[in-house]
C-alpha cells in the first residue's frame, strides 16, 4: 500500500520569496514521485517527476524537489516566488513494477503568493 | 505527440438524469486509462482504470461506471445521477506496462454539478 501527505493545506508567501511544499510518502517498494501543479478549473500538469535516478530532481518553471529516502520526503521548493505560480500542487506516489500503475495523490496545497 | 482530450467540459445535471463523459487519447497506443473525481478543496480520487478494451477495474464503490469500447477511448456514466456525484472529473492516460515511467497526464477536466 501506498499513501501520501502533504504538510499545510495552505501555504502563503510573498513575491521573490523561497516556496516549500511539504511531501511525505509511505511505500513498500522503492517509488515512483511526482509533483504537479493545478491552476483553476484546469487539468493537472506534471512539474517534475523522481524516477530512481538522481535525487535532486529538476523540473519546469524554476521548481526542483528532493528525494530523502531516510526521511521518506520529496519537497517541492523554488528559490523565487512568482505571482504565476499561484496555484494548487499535489504530491503523487506510484509503485513502478505494476502494469496499472495507479498513483496515489495527496490533498494538495494551495499556494498563495502575495505581491 | 499525445493528447487527450475530454468532454463536456462543464455541465448541469438534474438528480436522477444520466450522465456520459467521454474522453479520447490521441498519439499513442494501448495506454492505461483512468477517472479520476476532485471533490471541492479536496484532493483526487481514482474511480476507474483500464489497461485495455472491456477491461475496466472499479476503485470504489459508487454510483458511476466506466467502459472503453476503443483503445482510445474512455467514458464515464451514470444511469441516475446523486448530488454526490457533483465534482471535477479528470480523464488521465500514461504509457502501459510496469517500469514505464508511470507519468500520468491528465485532460483538461468536466466539471458536473447536479441540482
Given at each position: 500500500a501506498q499513501s501520501v501527505t502533504q504538510l499545510g493545506s495552505h501555504v502563503s508567501v510573498s513575491e521573490g520569496a523561497l516556496v516549500l511544499l511539504r511531501c511525505n510518502y509511505s511505500s513498500s517498494v522503492p517509488p515512483y514521485l511526482f509533483w504537479y501543479v493545478q491552476y483553476p478549473n484546469q487539468g493537472l500538469q506534471l512539474l517534475l517527476?523522481?524516477?530512481s535516478a538522481a535525487t535532486l530532481v529538476k523540473g519546469i518553471n524554476g521548481f526542483e524537489a528532493e528525494f530523502k529516502k531516510s526521511e521518506t520526503s520529496f519537497h517541492l521548493t523554488k528559490p523565487s516566488a512568482h505571482m504565476s505560480d499561484a496555484a494548487e500542487y499535489f504530491c503523487a506516489v506510484s509503485d513502478p513494477g505494476t502494469n496499472a500503475g495507479k498513483s496515489t495523490f495527496g490533498d494538495g496545497t494551495t499556494l498563495t503568493v502575495k505581491p | 505527440s499525445q493528447t487527450i482530450h475530454q468532454w463536456p467540459a462543464t455541465l448541469v445535471q438534474p438528480v436522477g438524469s444520466p450522465l456520459s463523459l467521454e474522453c479520447t487519447v490521441e498519439g499513442t497506443s494501448n495506454p492505461n486509462?483512468?477517472?479520476?473525481?476532485?471533490?471541492?478543496g479536496r484532493g483526487l480520487q481514482l474511480l476507474f482504470y483500464s489497461v485495455g478494451i472491456g477491461q475496466i477495474s472499479s476503485e470504489v464503490p459508487?454510483?458511476?461506471?466506466?467502459?472503453?469500447?476503443?483503445d482510445r477511448q474512455f467514458i464515464l456514466s451514470s444511469k441516475k445521477l446523486l448530488l454526490s456525484d457533483s465534482g471535477f472529473y479528470l480523464c488521465a492516460w500514461r504509457v502501459s506496462g510496469a517500469h514505464s515511467g508511470n507519468t500520468i497526464y491528465f485532460g483538461e477536466g468536466s466539471w458536473l454539478t447536479v441540482v
Open positions: 517527476k523522481y524516477t | 486509462l483512468y477517472w479520476y473525481r476532485q471533490a471541492a459508487q454510483n458511476l461506471s466506466a467502459s472503453r469500447p476503443q
